[in-house]
């Protein structure tokens, strides 16, 4: 992971100082195609459709896998409590730097405020963190307070859903595999209820998929 890490970090440098930053998730054993990632996204204000996702945070949210802090900082200049929580330093970095209170943890870890969360998000792919969902989503559980719940973005229906190891790949270095996974929205259902919470809505906005889970109380 630390090859990984090291990966991710330089192409968020250079997303953040508007170069060339190309980041692809591959597969080591080649039998899914290759995901190209946008770190010049992550380190924007907004992307489109964030609006719907922003809008249903009324109360104090976590950001899990936060990145360079965008959602974090747009609820921040919402006047909501946030915080965001991730395994890379530069992210957090990224994060502090443009006024988003973050931490270098991880989800699995220690996290402040653990039980009290009203929403917790997983934007940008982050359902994939740790290679399991359900047990992701289990965790996500234990940090809301009662009656809070997940707000979460998906692949499209019909991408495919599949858990396995993958690499980070930047400029032609690839790094150790990693667990991730990838959930499309027609799998949802499925997963929710292995993990133990109910699907309470969907949506789409700008060609995205977003979900929201009830906390499983």
């Known amino acids: 992971m630390s090859t990984a890490l090291a990966h991710y970090g330089a192409a968020l440098r250079a997303a953040a100082a508007g170069r060339p930053a190309q980041l692809h998730l591959v597969d080591p054993v080649a039998s899914r195609p290759v995901r190209q990632l946008a770190p010049h996204d992550w380190c924007t204000d907004r992307l489109p459709g964030d609006e719907s996702l922003l809008a249903r945070c009324t109360g104090p949210t976590l ?3 936060c990145g360079p802090g965008r959602l974090v900082a747009a609820l921040t200049a919402m006047g909501v409590t946030g915080l965001g929580v991730d395994i890379s330093g530069e992210a957090v970095r990224q994060a502090r730097r443009r006024g988003a209170p973050a931490q270098h943890v991880s989800v699995f870890g220690p996290v402040d405020n653990a039980g009290g969360w ?8 982050n359902i994939g963190i740790g290679g399991d969902p359900a047990l992701l989503l289990r965790r996500c559980r234990q940090l809301l307070r009662p009656g809070g719940d997940i707000l979460l973005e998906t692949d499209p229906p019909g991408a495919g859903s599949w858990q396995g190891p993958v690499a980070l790949c930047h400029q032609d270095r690839t790094s150790t595999p990693f667990p991730w996974a990838a959930v499309a929205a027609d799998d949802l ?19 995205r998929c977003f979900a929201r889970l009830d906390g499983g109380r």
């Open 63 to 65: 950001d899990v896998g």
């Open 118 to 125: 009203t929403h917790v998000l997983l934007a940008d792919g």
């Open 189 to 207: 259902d499925a997963l929710a209820r292995d993990a133990g919470v109910r699907v309470l809505d969907r949506w789409t906005r700008a060609g």
